[in-house]
């Protein structure tokens, strides 16, 4: 059974956003492993809450990757 996880900063999609990526990834998996995968994939994304990961050492939040300046 094909699995994608898909994390995401919590608050960055709305419903609408999600049901497309559960949709693309399905039909990216299809389209790789042949339609009889589409019944089996299961596409999971996962809200991360604010300040919950990090890259390079740096902690991220919704803000920052908004480009929006930091407080303080």
Do not use: C
């Amino acid at each position: 059974m094909p699995f994608a996880n898909l994390k995401v900063p919590a608050g960055s999609l709305d419903a609408e956003q999600k049901e497309r990526l559960v949709h693309r990834v399905t039909d990216l998996y299809a389209e790789i492993y042949g339609e009889r995968a589409r019944a089996t994939t299961l596409v999971l994304v996962e809200d991360v809450a604010d300040g919950g990961w990090g890259v390079g050492g740096d902690v991220l939040t919704l803000a920052a990757l908004r480009g929006e300046p930091r407080a303080g």
